[in-house]
């Protein structure tokens, strides 16, 4: 079990009932954070700790994300689509996440995407640039892009994580963190709960701020 933060926060999870926003939610509770979890069905974490508040909403509606971001310290954004190849919630939803930010004065913005995105597009190899990004989850992979391009130009204490493939394992596996954009011979897989533990790092540290950071095996 992580220890806990130096310093708690009031952190607010976008995307908490998704497979990385659940482990997210546990990583962040186990440091000390106070954590909403915002989702359209937040109960489904059936997740009883006294500092876990559950907020229900849709992320695209401004009303309920402002409401919801009221006495937040930090946010962490796992937005996904589920099964959809062409939502674009991901972009349009940190839109909506960023501007109650800007509002509000809250400075400090976590958000996860994707290995492949803008410069580390050479990290993959010739499967996931063709078959998958080039193709399959080629829409995918540009709203991906888009959310980058919004938090990089938000005007916030901003850090972008980048996983590769999701996979299971546990949170101690082996990964490489930080991945230069011109390595090649990754694995390209990493498992959810690593991608959890270093997303519940970020609030608490200041090491990747404006940056964008790969981590794969």
Not at 54 to 71: F, K, T, W, Y
Request: proline share 6%; with cysteine; aromatic share 6%.
């Amino acid at each position: 079990m992580p220890a806990p933060s130096a310093t708690p926060a009031r952190v607010i999870v976008f995307g908490a009932t998704g497979s990385i926003g659940r482990l997210a939610v546990d990583e962040l509770l186990a440091r000390g954070h106070g954590v909403t979890a915002f989702a359209r069905h937040p109960e489904t974490l059936a997740r009883q700790d006294p500092k876990l508040h559950l907020h229900a909403g849709d992320v695209l509606d401004p009303e309920a994300v402002a409401r919801a971001m009221e006495g937040q310290q930090a946010v962490v954004i796992t937005l996904g689509a589920g099964r959809s190849l062409r939502s674009r919630v991901r972009s349009e939803g940190t839109l909506v996440i960023i501007r109650a930010m800007q509002a509000r004065g809250i400075r400090r913005l976590v958000c996860q995407s994707t290995l492949g995105a803008h410069e580390s597009w050479s990290n993959l190899n010739f499967y996931w640039k063709r078959i998958m990004f080039g193709g399959l989850l080629r829409a995918v992979f540009r709203d991906h892009e888009r959310q980058e391009d919004m938090v990089r130009a938000s005007g916030l204490d901003w850090t972008i994580v980048r996983p590769s493939a999701f996979i299971e394992g546990p949170a101690d596996a082996a990964y490489l963190e930080d991945v230069p954009p011109r390595r090649r011979g990754l694995a390209l897989t990493i498992p959810r709960a690593v991608i959890a533990r270093f997303l519940g790092r970020q609030p608490g540290e200041a090491r990747y701020l404006g940056r964008a950071v790969g981590i794969s095996q």
